[in-house]
């Protein structure tokens, strides 16, 4: 078993890309970080370099999801460990991690066919993440970034590969809309670093979730977000079980959503997965339409 510590960082890319560079620090008090070598807007949301990458792109689509591994030594194992697997891999050339911002990095292609990075060694600088407008913050750390959600066409093949090969444990399901159960996967204290909805024969991007330290901060994004014409509520404040997430949701410019959250629980092994029957929340969280509009998907592989 590979042992991952995080989601690290999250690719996408965007027709609109430009545009993240007023409503990421307006609304969501996202840092600008270092652009990327192709010009891709990328955010600090604590003291590593950068954790969301929007490089410019055709369509709105996933490029690849970046899992933080459990040590440095860690590396050579996940090598050893994808060989035993007879999964194919490539490790990054010098280029590659310095586009990254990583030390050593290693790709491959999940059966959905997204991109799937681990690496070691993220730039990291204390004291440096420095929020645009007043902010407490965001959760990061052991949990890492946040979480995504994901739009996979085959549940079972693609939870083979998170429990399997990156050792992910399933922390919780809820059935939706009489479908496939979608689930939600940890990796660390954080109730889910990724969650797999269904939907045959497609991939792609449903929402990335930041998490902040103080429910203010959810409540200025959202009076920003509600203003801002580029930007649409999509899920209206709601506290979710589960993962007991005080959030809202928006649909970004880039096709997918942005869950700007607060207050999520920390859970351990002891905690007992359920199956959570929809909709799943204490109060709040009335969806638009447009949530499950999801146009940020691809045909799979
Ligand atoms: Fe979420």
Redesign the pocket.
Known sequence: MIRVASLGYVGVESPKHSVWNEIGPEVFAFQLGQPGSDGAVRFKIDDNAYRISIHPGERNRMSYQGWELASYEEFGNAQEELSRQNIPYKVADAGECADRLVGEMLYFQSPAGFRYELFVLPSRRDDSFLPPRPHSGFQTGDQGLG?V?VVVPDGEAEHRMLVDVLGAKVSDAVIVGGGDAMRFYRVNPRH?ST?HMVVPGMRGLQ?I?VEAKEINDVGRAYTLAKRHPELKITADLGR?MG?M?L?F?VRTPSGWDL?Y?YGGQRITDERTPGMLQAPAEYWGHEYDPMFFDFQALEPAD
Do not use: L, V, W
């Open positions: 979480h959600n889910h969650a929402h979730m979710h993962d997430m959030s949701y869950e959250g």
